[in-house]
């Protein structure tokens, strides 16, 4: 099955109200290309749930949001994002704030086709008072309470990594896959950015079959985008983009705000917006992160 | 083991910090921020070398690696991969100490890293978000560093957000007990404190050199329990100064208390 598309026959699959979960962690391997032909469309009222970074940001000061399911949203080292903040202190979108790991145990249940996973996390804090919709549950078999994490089901799911074949055999070659996983099982439907096209042979090499994460029956869609992380990393063929993130967040505080960003940078296509930022071979050439 | 008459208040930091993981056995040390990571460092140097700790990005190390720029021939001392989502499987088994620095802490010990001011639904200063607080604090024990030990930190009240458990008994879990809560030490650039008073109130551990019972007070919104005999905080010994000096190349410890005080202001 050849599941190749572009990055608009995936936007086309998105409806208004969707739940859309987002892979990658803060400002690392986002997809952010597809976020970007979101960003184009005339999406809205999305529920986004992710580790977020300027993923979230950009969709929430584009007015595409209706509310976010959060543990945090930041770009590492410029820890509060600049857009997410405003929409926040603006009171312009409704929130599910939960810890990291909480995320993670629903998008768990989500991939397991269960309502709940019991846990510790989040007794005792503000996550469970914020939330009604979390509930605090008895054990069967002790006496303790326990929050029922619920499940996270996603409408879609949208990830970028580094190769893919175009039957949706997808590798993160990178240190971490994060939660991409989950993200990938949570979702009815899973779209994939990758840096790299390749051929079904590239994986008969158990080495690179071992970085593969998921089965391709979980991915729907692939669409080769060289370079589609950017600003964020996509370690270890290219850092994040210090630059581009610190005018990202200038722009929040000047008078043209994240119209001005998007007048510079966005353009009608991925193409445009590469050539806005200087070209596919300087993105590639930013160095990895030294933590 | 001699000990330095030259140090840096964030050396001393740094140094009475590392006691928090000094008798911790073999668990993951987590310092976010400069003055954690380096207090984590300096113990798996020094006191605790089965300690356990992770390149911040995906790889657990058998040896911290020195922070910021490290020469192109520098290889890491990797020994297993360590990817966030095996974090959590090690964050829920209890075998970890983390050392943070949240914005507000209250008087129960909990803590705040999400929102500040106006209403939760438009709140007037909006931060990172509970991160991983709420799972660290139920979890396993707990440390927080504060450069800037002042009464918006140690805020009188609430947090405005609850992000990790305190010993607060109107949120006391069923069937749990405040002893469930594990919040060791509380180091600043005035003092090092813990939740060791009666009942669990905050209470006076040392004081750094120069600082007065009534300095911390002042700039605390609720009451410390003082013991009748408060010491000072131990200096660094020069062996303790040198790994520190090893660890941290490019000097951002300098960077982490306002004007980089001296340690010993007397």
């Known amino acids: ?291 | 083991m001699t000990a330095a008459t030259d140090y840096t208040l964030a050396e001393l930091c740094i140094v009475a910090a590392s006691q928090a993981f000094a008798n911790e056995g073999e668990v993951l040390a987590t310092g976010i921020g400069v003055v954690p990571r380096l207090a984590a460092s300096l113990a798996m140097k020094t006191s605790n070398p089965d300690l356990m700790m992770t390149d911040s990005e995906a790889w657990m190390l058998s040896e911290p690696n020195p922070l910021g720029a490290r020469p192109a021939d520098f290889v890491p001392a990797t020994e297993s991969w360590m990817g966030f989502s095996r974090i959590f499987d090690n964050v829920w088994s209890g075998r970890r100490h983390a050392m943070l620095g949240p914005t507000q802490i209250d008087r129960f010990g909990q803590s705040n890293t999400s929102a500040l001011g106006g209403t939760y639904e438009k709140p007037k200063t909006m931060m990172l978000g509970a991160r991983g607080f709420p799972g660290n604090s139920i979890s396993h024990p707990n440390s927080f560093f504060v450069p800037a030990h002042n009464t918006r930190v140690f805020m009188d009240g609430e947090c405005d957000f609850v992000s990790s458990i305190g010993y607060n008994p109107a949120r006391l879990p069923k069937g749990h007990s405040l002893d469930d809560v594990d919040i060791r030490l509380v180091i600043t650039n005035l003092c090092v404190m813990d939740f060791g008073g009666p009942d669990h109130q905050v209470r006076l551990v040392s004081l750094h050199p120069g600082v007065t019972v009534e300095e911390v007070q002042e700039n605390t919104a609720y009451p410390i329990h003082v013991p009748d005999d408060v010491p000072v905080t131990t200096a660094p010994t020069t062996e303790q100064l040198a790994v520190i000096a090893a660890l941290d190349p490019h000097n951002q410890r300098a960077y982490q208390i306002k004007d980089n005080p001296p340690g010993n202001r007397a």
């Open chain 1, 1 to 291: 099955m050849n599941k190749q598309m572009t990055a608009a026959q995936v936007v086309a699959q998105l409806e208004d109200g969707m739940t859309i979960g987002i892979g990658g962690w803060g400002p690392r391997r986002k997809p952010m290309a597809l976020v970007r032909e979101v960003l184009r469309s005339d999406l809205k009222d999305l529920t986004i749930v992710a580790y977020g970074g300027a993923d979230v940001g950009m969709l929430c000061a584009a007015g595409k949001v209706k509310k976010v399911v959060f543990a945090f949203v930041s770009l590492d080292f410029i820890p509060l994002e600049p857009y997410f903040r405003q929409a926040r202190q603006s009171g312009s979108i409704e929130v599910m704030e939960i810890d990291e790991g909480m995320m993670l145990l629903g998008l768990r249940a989500a991939s397991w086709g269960i309502p709940y996973i019991p846990t510790e996390v989040g007794l005792g804090t503000d996550v469970i008072n914020k939330n009604p919709d979390i509930k605090v549950i008895d054990s069967p078999y002790d006496d303790k309470e326990w929050v029922a994490m619920p499940a996270l089901k996603l409408d879609v799911s949208l990830i970028h990594v580094d190769r893919a074949d175009e039957r949706g055999v997808c590798q993160i070659a990178g240190p971490d896959f994060y939660m991409d996983d989950w993200f990938a099982r949570a979702a009815a439907k899973t779209f994939v950015s990758c840096d790299e096209l390749v051929d079904t042979s590239f994986f008969h090499d158990p080495a690179q079959a071992r970085l593969v994460h998921w089965e391709r029956s979980v991915t729907t869609g692939v669409v080769p985008i060289p370079g589609g992380a950017h600003p964020s990393s996509c370690t270890p063929l290219y850092g994040f983009d210090v630059p581009h993130f610190k005018a990202y967040a200038a722009s929040a505080k000047e008078e043209s705000g994240f119209q001005g960003y998007v007048d510079k940078f966005l353009g009608a296509s991925e193409e445009e917006y590469q050539k806005n930022v200087g070209g596919l071979d300087a993105i590639r050439a930013i160095a990895l992160p030294t933590y």
